[in-house]
């Protein structure tokens, strides 16, 4: 009886968990396909060439079939290159092949690639990836440790003001943000898209939360042997907070990869593009190319996917954890 | 005395962005909504006008419409699909953590290309929706083209004729409501999952002493104590979806927003006002304040009503 219950959980599960991935796995085979596949209505899910061949001067080549009249049959003779060479040959209809076996297109990869300057993009994105992440880093364990570990006027006030700006959303600013950086000079510019990230409160409050928990002895201890304070964060605190640092690293660089309206409205130039809004722009110039637009999509979330495998027990606990109150 | 300051010189590199990049922006958004503001500088001051101007302009009340539409549809069926996954996850052991990341896939994917991915699924030839649709029987449908509301789709197959406030959101709008529910779910499901993992198990021992059904003690037990949880993905989810801009910024259109404008959420609004061809910053700041009011009473609203549901 448990067991049977059990197997329709697994069921059921199994079905749930097809449906939330069953968009990647057709994007991920559909980027396999040749677009004539895709226009001709092959929807399914396994990557497939059908053609029809024919035997024409001694070679094999791509035929498409035009009419069939008893026997015989008029085809187009195609070349490699997919132009025809001879039109309305008529020729008997059973030497011309009906082809279809599966085959997978790499060249959409990198005709995507080349279609539009996705190296640049992804140098951007990694650069202005790494760039918040350096500074969240720094700036968020300076603020953590005094939040944590010290008592000075105002420090609540402080708090409150952190908190508050965190529950502001950020359509709410977007607009006077570009007004200000406007004013900076700074639209269109790397500084736009990495300076205003670079302190990040969700950030500070993981990280005060676990500089709480070192024990104060260990300070006092360090106090004793003249350690100063600044040189405890470094040589006490960071090393004993390296899982929390990580996690925070790893939500700080899923942030920065995925940002998009940001990175949209504050740079105009292509050289500045990050690899969303160079997606985007993609997606609106070459609608019709949906093999390319599938193996664009595929390469820009392949490397955050392989990011989520690597560290998805710490962003699954943190998450977790952000639930529970109290 | 360096005792004294030191400690405001670890808080200062962050509360120098902070204060710059977002109290200031939000205290200057007010500022802005009050003047004639464009991209290229400052104008005269023109009082409430932006927002006098929002109570007749249509297009704000059909984005509204739009994104109460969205909000109304998706955060119910987030909660309830979640919790039903989360109550599952729970109910079995091998294999917890293997479901668990499969779930949550899609919330770590950008919204840029899930968006791409979905609206091809939707194309009305080549996408597989309607491709599974006719596999199993069904007409094929028009998705993201189709600006007739659910309702009159739907009874519309019975010939029921609905007046158009009962219309409900386009099938297009519908379509972006499905994406939204399912990326949702995978952020949902593990705060659920904790939340069911916190119930202490001796509750469910109790009940099943005194002879409960399983469906008993989900009502009875689980969901008055998971309405924390509850009330906070609620609020989330609430949150979020009032800011819904990726999805109908690259599966609609164009032009984004269509068709018929049945599309077109609040925060589109807000973008296409300030960058897109009026670029009235100025107005799209009053709109983007509304917006704020909204989500804060919602907020507020939500608090209020955890404060009298408490366990």
């Not at chain 2, 059904?213 to 949880?229: E, V």
């Not at chain 2, 989500?295 to 609203?301: G, K, M, N, P, Y």
Request: charged share 10%; glycine share 6%; aromatic share 16%.
């Amino acid at each position: 009886m448990k067991s049977l219950s059990q197997i329709f959980i697994y069921t059921i599960l199994i079905l749930c968990g097809i449906s939330m991935v069953i968009p990647f796995l057709w994007m991920a085979t559909t980027a396999f396909k040749t677009q004539t596949e895709v226009n001709r209505g092959n929807v399914g899910f396994i990557p497939m060439d059908q053609y029809s061949e024919y035997n024409y001067k001694g070679e094999l080549h791509h035929v498409k079939l035009i009419k069939v009249i008893g026997d015989s049959c008029f085809i187009h003779v195609f070349n490699e290159k997919n132009q025809i060479i001879r039109e309305y040959a008529k020729v008997p209809t059973n030497e011309v092949k009906q082809i279809k076996k599966i085959a997978f297109h790499w060249e959409n990869f990198k005709k995507a690639f080349q279609k539009v300057p996705f190296a640049k993009y992804f140098f951007n994105t990694i650069f202005v990836s790494i760039s918040v992440l350096i500074g969240v880093l720094i700036t968020s364990s300076l603020a953590a440790y005094a939040f944590a570990r010290m008592e000075f006027f105002g420090k609540n006030t402080i708090f409150y003001l952190f908190i508050s700006m965190m529950m502001v959303p950020q359509p709410i600013y977007l607009i006077p943000s570009y007004v200000l950086l406007n004013n900076l000079g700074w639209i269109d510019t790397y500084q736009a898209l990495i300076v205003p990230w670079i302190a990040n409160i969700f950030t500070i409050f993981l990280l005060r939360q676990h500089f709480k928990t070192i024990p104060q002895e260990l300070f006092d201890a360090a106090a004793i042997d003249g350690c100063s304070r600044f040189r405890m964060l470094w040589q006490i605190v960071i090393p004993l907070s390296k899982p929390v640092i990580s996690t925070a690293a790893v939500f700080s660089v899923i942030g920065s990869w995925n940002s998009f309206m940001w990175p949209l409205v504050m740079t105009n130039s292509e050289s500045l593009r990050v690899l969303q809004v160079g997606l985007s722009y993609f997606s609106q110039e070459s609608s019709s190319q949906t093999t390319l637009l599938m193996a664009a999509s595929t390469f820009s979330i392949l490397p955050l996917i392989i990011l989520f495998l690597f560290a998805q027990k710490k962003i699954i606990a943190s998450v977790a954890s952000s639930g529970l109150k109290g | 005395m360096f005792k004294k300051i030191s400690p405001y010189l670890y808080i200062l590199p962050a509360l120098i962005i902070i204060v710059i990049f977002r109290f200031i922006p939000i205290v200057l958004s007010f500022i802005i909504s009050f003047f004639e503001w464009n991209i290229n500088g400052v104008g005269q001051f023109i009082g409430i006008s932006n927002y006098t101007k929002l109570i007749s302009d249509p297009e704000f009340w059909q984005s509204l419409l739009n994104t109460f539409y969205l909000v109304i549809f998706v955060v119910p069926s987030a909660i309830i699909i979640s919790l039903f996954f989360a109550v599952l996850l729970n109910n079995v052991e091998k294999f917890r953590g293997f479901f668990r990341t499969i779930y949550y896939i899609p919330a770590v994917t950008s919204l840029v290309a899930v968006s791409i991915v979905w609206k091809i699924i939707f194309n009305q030839q080549s996408g597989l929706a309607n491709f599974l649709l006719e596999k199993f029987g069904f007409h094929p449908l028009g998705w993201l083209a189709e600006s007739r509301g659910i309702m009159e789709l739907f009874l519309g197959n019975f010939g029921i004729d609905v007046p158009s406030w009962l219309a409900g959101p386009s099938l297009a709008l519908f379509s972006i409501i499905l994406v939204t529910v399912w990326r949702s779910l995978g952020y949902n499901t593990i705060i659920y999952l904790a939340g069911l993992q916190n119930i202490p198990k001796v509750y469910y021992e109790a009940s099943e002493i005194d002879g409960a059904s399983k469906t008993r003690q989900f009502f009875g037990i689980t969901l008055p104590l998971i309405s924390p949880t509850t009330f906070y993905v609620l609020m989330m989810t609430t949150i979020t979806t009032f800011q819904v801009f990726s999805q109908v910024y690259l599966m609609t259109g164009p032009p984004i927003g269509g068709p018929l404008g049945t599309t077109k959420v609040i925060v589109y609004y807000i973008y296409d006002k300030g960058f897109g061809e009026s670029q009235n910053l100025s107005y799209a700041s009053a709109i983007a304040l509304v917006l704020f009011v909204i989500i804060l009473s919602f907020t507020l609203i939500q608090k209020k009503l955890e404060k009298k549901v408490h366990y």
